[in-house]
């Protein structure tokens, strides 16, 4: 249910972006995906949220036939290729779609908690962006890559997202089922693409999200990627310009393990579940300017959702809006959001990642951090 709404919140936000460029094809695109995911969550929800969900799906409708009709204007030949094939296509040369045009809004001040994962990305991302000539007085290497993997919705991709909106930098944001295609050998051409891209700046951030689809332990299909990618990553810390290779993943165990060796992702980033103040924090920033009864307090809340992961936090707070939304539609007078709609949008929400999966991530850390020391007393 998270999955859903998270899905449909990507496909808003990217709506909208694709709007701001005047990309009506692409604006589209991603608003009918919103609407089905609407949809979905209609169908898995009851009563008045019920309808609230499909009000909402068939507003969003309603604007992507206004869009398809802009789309239609704006280019008749190539606006219905990327009406079809989805924006998510990354044939026909879309360099331009992976880089970040418009900076996010959103800062690393914005992400919750996670204080020693901000730090450690401050000083190996934002600071030698910044600062390249102290690093390069002090003769300290910078770009290269780093892993960010944990469990689902716990604010890698926001985190990253935040790391877009600090950075003077261009900012690639690929997520890895964009570059894989099914042809043989053009996923390989894909790759070679965004490094060529992302080289051609003095200062680049190439973010892979969900990396594990793309670099996967080498079966019979993935050696050509995975060994491109090794190529391409090779002197990745040398490279005269910048590049900084970030990815994030939530199945670091299914990696090839030369993929996350030193000199390729070789700085491991754990991103685990907030604690409380985190989730306090999280709450906050999700109920910022909407109306809210004087009882309601995030501390209680983020107290009573223990082991909820960013992204139930933030499905938590929107179900808690939407049933004072359905009250006010229903009639007509003007509502606020109580504690007993946090009460009653926990009986809905459950904590999606569970105690068993988050010892599946302790346990590769330590395994890691464990063949790490070794190499190291191998190389002595
Ligand atoms: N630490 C956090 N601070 C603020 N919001 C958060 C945090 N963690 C998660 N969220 C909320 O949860 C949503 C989902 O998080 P995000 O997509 O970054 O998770 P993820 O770790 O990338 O998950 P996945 O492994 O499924 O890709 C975010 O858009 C944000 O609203
Ligand atoms: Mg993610």
Known sequence: MSFIADKKREHEAAAEKALGNKDYAKSFFHTTKAAEFGFSLAEQSDGKVAQSYIEDANELLAIALKLKAKAAKQQPETTQKSITESSDSAEGGEKSQWELKNKPSEKLDDVAGLDDVKQELREKVIEPFLHPEIYERFKVNIGGGILMYGPPGNGKTFVAKAIAGELDAAFFNVNASQIKNKYVGETEKN????????????????????????????????????????????????????????????KPWSLDEAVIRPGRLGTHIYVGPPDAIAREAIIAYNMRDVPMTKDLSFNEIAARSEAYSGADIAELCDRAKRFALARQLSHG??????????????????????????????????AKSSSDKADENDDD
């Open 191 to 250: 790759l070679q693409r965004l490094f060529d891209e992302a080289r051609k700046h003095p200062k680049s951030v190439l973010f892979l999200d969900e990396v594990d689809h793309l670099l996967g332990k080498r079966g019979n299909k993935k050696v050509g990627v995975v060994t491109q990618f090794l190529s391409l990553t090779d002197g990745l810390v040398k490279n005269t310009n910048c590049l900084l290779v970030l990815a994030a993943t939530n």
């Open 333 to 366: 007078n003007e509502e606020s959001i109580s504690m007993d709609d946090f009460i009653a949008a926990k009986e809905k929400v459950k904590p999606s990642v569970t105690q068993a999966s988050l010892k599946e991530y302790e346990s590769w850390r330590d």
